[in-house]
Structure formats: structure tokens, C-alpha cells
């Protein structure tokens, strides 16, 4: 078969029964309506392609994973890759993580993801770790909600611990290069997103950060 086009993507997503798209009504009822468990509830936000939302469910069946981008062709592989493998712990959500408030109940997020979020070098306003966004996720999260930060750039890394620092936040795990570290955990080694596999081939040193919001 030939590579599907984005509008077949876009029309798949729609369909996909994995896939909502700025679904408010289901804020406060994740688990009863759409897990139909009572499961902790990890969201990776800007997921991409899905690569994490998909490597963490199949490790962690016990966990439900939404994954959340605002580009719903890219979803698309992730959804689909769970739909045809019946991983049945993932759901994709598309909406612009600004808004996130809007679809999520105060406390239904145990745990958040960001991989490979895009530096926006000139515009600090628009990185994904910064202080708007972060009350935003605690705005859904759960009382002690931790944060994993996986990034190739040293300027979101170092931008990310200077909020961590101004909040007086507590850092549970910190690696400026994943891949020299002696005890590193299996799934940070060995689930790959697209752009991590980018920055590798480019030599680029992968940084991890762990903590409280
Ligand atoms: C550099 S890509 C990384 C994707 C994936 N995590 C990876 O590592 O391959 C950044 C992703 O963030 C998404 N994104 C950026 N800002 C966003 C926002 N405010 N709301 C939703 N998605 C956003 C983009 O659509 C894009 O898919």
C-alpha cells in the first residue's frame, strides 16, 4: 500500500475511536468513560507521532496514556499503531496545550511527559516548561504530579531548571547526557521518538529531567 496523504490522515483521526478532538465533555470522567478503570493517568503533551504515549503503555499496562498534540496527522500513527496492536491503555487527544484546562478535571492527571518539545529559542512564552504552562498542569494534576523532561536542547534544559529553581521545585531525577548514565531506565534508553532519533544521528547528547510540579 502507498503512503496515506495528511487529509486521509485527518479523516482517519476523526474516526479512529482512540482519537477525541477538543472533547470537553468527558472532563472528570477519563477513567469511567473512556479507560473504564479506576488506572493513574500519565499524558504526554506535544506527543508527535506518539512514539512515548505507545513504548510507556505497553510497558505499563496497570497506567492509562493519553497522548496530546495539536496536529492530528502526526497522531495518527500512534492511534493507529494501538488500534491494530488492541493496546487498549492509550488515547490520543488533539487540542492546543494552552487550553488544556478545558479538558481535564483538577486532579485527573497523575503524570506528565514532554519529549523533544520544540526550544522556541525567541519565544519564552511558548515553551512547554515554563511558568504559564506549569499552573496550568497543576491545574489538572494530582496532589505530588511529576514531570518528565527528555530534550536534546541544552538552552530548554538549562531555561527548564531555572523554573525548577524559581519554584523551588523538587528535582527526583537530572542527566545532562541519558546515555552516559550507569543507571539509566529502560524506558528512557530504550523508547525513541522520531526526533530523538534525529538528534542522535546528529550527535546531539540527550538530557533528562525528573520533578514535582
Ligand atoms: C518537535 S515535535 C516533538 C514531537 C515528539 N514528542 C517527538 O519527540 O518526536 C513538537 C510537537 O509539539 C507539538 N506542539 C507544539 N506546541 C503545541 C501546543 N501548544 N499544543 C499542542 N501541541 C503542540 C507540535 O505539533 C509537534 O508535534
Not at 483521526?13 to 468513560?33: P, Q
Request: proline content about 2%; charged content about 30%; hydrophobic content about 40%.
Amino acid at each position: 500500500m502507498g503512503q496515506v496523504g495528511k487529509l486521509q490522515k485527518f479523516a482517519d483521526v476523526t474516526a479512529f475511536e482512540n482519537c477525541y478532538e477538543r472533547v470537553a465533555e468527558l472532563k472528570g470522567k477519563w477513567k469511567t468513560d473512556v479507560f473504564k478503570n479506576d488506572n493513574p493517568i500519565t499524558v504526554e503533551l506535544a506527543c508527535g507521532k506518539g512514539e512515548y504515549t505507545i513504548g510507556l503503555a505497553e510497558r505499563f499496562p496497570e497506567r492509562n496514556f493519553i497522548g496530546i498534540d495539536v496536529k492530528g496527522n502526526r497522531i495518527w500513527k500512534g492511534a493507529k499503531y494501538a488500534l491494530e496492536n488492541n493496546i487498549t491503555n492509550v488515547a490520543f487527544h488533539r487540542l492546543m496545550i494552552g487550553n488544556i484546562e478545558e479538558y481535564f478535571e483538577k486532579g485527573e492527571i497523575d503524570e506528565f511527559w514532554i519529549t523533544f518539545p520544540d526550544p522556541q529559542h525567541s519565544k519564552k512564552r511558548k515553551r512547554l516548561t515554563n511558568a504559564m504552562f506549569l499552573n496550568r498542569y497543576r491545574n489538572i494534576a494530582k496532589e505530588g504530579a511529576v514531570m518528565n523532561l527528555k530534550s536534546d536542547s541544552t538552552r530548554f534544559y538549562e531555561f527548564s531548571k531555572e523554573i525548577i529553581a524559581d519554584q523551588k521545585l523538587t528535582i527526583l531525577q537530572d542527566s545532562d547526557d541519558i546515555y552516559a548514565w550507569d543507571e539509566i531506565p529502560e524506558h528512557l534508553a530504550n523508547i525513541q521518538t522520531f526526533y530523538e532519533q534525529m538528534w542522535l544521528d546528529q550527535g546531539k547528547k540527550i538530557k533528562f529531567l525528573r520533578y514535582v510540579i
